[in-house]
């Protein structure tokens, strides 16, 4: 029977959203912004970001898939959706759920640089900067934990408990 802890509450979550936007919007005031959702794992993150935004944004998806169900990233992933938006000379930012090795997002930055944008940053709603195995530049970064499988709020395991409305530790 697998347990859950509370890792984040709703207001919390609120609370850290609201802050990443505010610095996002300082820091694209006058500039054409595209926010890239990583799918799934960022869809509720993201659309709770954009509201949260005083700038004008467009929005795209890039499908990304980890390999297999395990709780830790293999590194390998395989890309489920491409960009709908032409990002070339754009400024874009992708929004990822969360970043543990580092591996996911390393190989999105390379796959989206090939595209040439104007620049790129990176942003995610938790970061489990101890367990990086690759070095990955995170720009905006809402939460840190250390350790521990994180669930809730668009975030799975084996595609489970994304519609919960807070974060928790899942202790299996
Ligand atoms: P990385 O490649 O090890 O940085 O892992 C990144 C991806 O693995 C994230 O985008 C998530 O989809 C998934 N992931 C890593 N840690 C967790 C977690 O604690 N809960 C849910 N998904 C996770
Ligand atoms: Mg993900």
């Known amino acids: 029977m697998a347990d859950l802890v509370p890792v984040l509450k709703r207001n919390e979550i609120d609370n850290i959203v609201a802050g990443l936007a ?4 300082v820091d694209y ?20 970001l954009i509201r ?3 700038i004008p944004v467009k929005i795209d998806f890039l499908g990304v898939s980890s390999y297999g169900l395990d709780s830790s990233s293999s590194g390998k992933i ?7 938006i032409d990002i070339k000379n754009k400024h874009i930012l992708i929004v990822e759920d969360i970043v543990d090795s580092g591996l996911s997002l390393t190989n999105i930055l390379d796959l989206l640089k090939e595209q040439e944008p104007l620049s790129i940053k990176t942003c995610t709603l938790i970061d489990k900067s101890e367990r990086r ?14 350790e521990g499988f994180l669930v809730g709020y668009g975030l799975d395991y084996a595609e489970e408990y994304r519609n919960l ?6 202790k299996i």
């Open 22 to 25: 505010e610095k996002i919007s």
């Open 29 to 48: 005031q006058g500039k054409e912004l595209i926010c890239i959702g990583i799918l799934k794992g960022s869809f509720i993150f993201l659309s709770d």
């Open 133 to 146: 195995e690759v070095e990955v530049n995170v720009d905006y970064a809402g939460h840190s934990v250390k």
């Open 165 to 170: 409305d807070s974060i928790f530790h899942l």
């Open 78 to 84: 395989s890309y489920t959706k491409e960009l709908d």
């Open 52 to 54: 949260h935004l005083k």
